[in-house]
């Protein structure tokens, strides 16, 4: 079971970034999966989720309007998105993918996820 994140990198403040997370080693198509992210020195914090369908996506109140999260679970390995937009300063974290027990509906906890991948890192300068 392997969820690797990729497309983080250093962007100025006011730019794009999409970040991909690639989900294999079993099917994901049935897991409601997220983004988390966390800021050096701080706690890990919930960014955005999508259920297992797509149908449904709930964002951080920091994040709403400016990050889109979605879903591609088309293929055998299942893939993440999340398109931010607006980048700002604070916004800078190390990015990580994360997937629920299959079935199970989207949440903002970081421990009711069983699946994490390893993290991109997103620095937004001023």
């Known amino acids: 079971v392997q969820l690797q994140a990729s497309g983080g990198g250093l962007v100025q403040a006011g730019a794009s970034l999409r970040l991909t997370c690639a989900a294999s080693?079993?099917?994901?198509?049935?897991?409601?999966m997220a983004w988390f992210r966390q800021a050096p020195g701080k706690e890990r914090e919930f960014v955005a989720a999508?259920?297992?369908?797509?149908?449904?996506?709930?964002?951080a109140d920091s994040v709403k309007g400016r990050f889109t999260i979605s879903r591609d679970n088309a293929k055998n390995t299942v893939y993440l998105y999340l398109q931010m937009n607006s980048l700002k300063p604070e916004d800078t974290a190390v990015y990580s993918c994360?997937?629920?027990?299959?079935?199970?509906?989207?949440?903002?906890?970081?421990?009711?996820?069983?699946?994490w991948g390893q993290g991109t890192l997103v620095t937004v300068s001023s």
């Open positions: 994360a997937a629920r027990r299959a079935l199970a509906g989207s949440s903002v906890y970081t421990d009711e996820y069983n699946y």
């Open positions: 080693g079993r099917t994901f198509s049935r897991n409601a």
């Open positions: 999508v259920s297992w369908s797509g149908d449904s996506t709930y964002y």
